[in-house]
Nanobody
């Protein structure tokens, strides 16, 4: 079983930046396959969970259209870690951010980290 642990959330003012990290651990002999795809979702209070960004082991990234280039996803395969650099944060970005991973489908999920954008 693969475990995902997020970090880096917190309180930031509008226009500020945060960097989220998600480290994967688990069955080491298959972890490369198990986390071929890694990514981030978010869920704001009272709203459905939505995709933020995904990245494959080879580095191909996909982003939600609403981001308008403000966020960047990256990963360090040697560390089994995926990152989300969030810039020019807006109040509407306030949400719990979840890390997800899987071979193709996202079958593993982290517990989430709270991001609050407020002055």
């Amino acid at each position: 079983q693969v475990q995902l642990v997020e970090s880096g959330g917190g309180l930031v003012q509008p226009g500020g930046s945060l960097r989220l990290s998600c480290a994967a651990s688990g069955i080491t002999y298959s972890i490369n396959f198990s986390i071929n795809v890694m990514g981030w979702y978010r869920q704001a209070l009272g709203k459905e969970r939505e995709l933020v960004a995904l990245i494959t082991r080879g580095g191909r990234a996909n982003y939600a259209a609403f981001l308008e280039g403000r966020f960047t996803i990256s990963r360090d395969n040697a560390k089994n870690t995926v990152y989300l650099q969030m810039n020019t944060l807006e109040r509407e970005d306030t949400a719990v951010y979840y890390c997800a991973a899987g071979p193709a489908d996202l079958k593993y999920w982290g517990q989430g980290t709270q991001v609050t954008v407020s002055s």
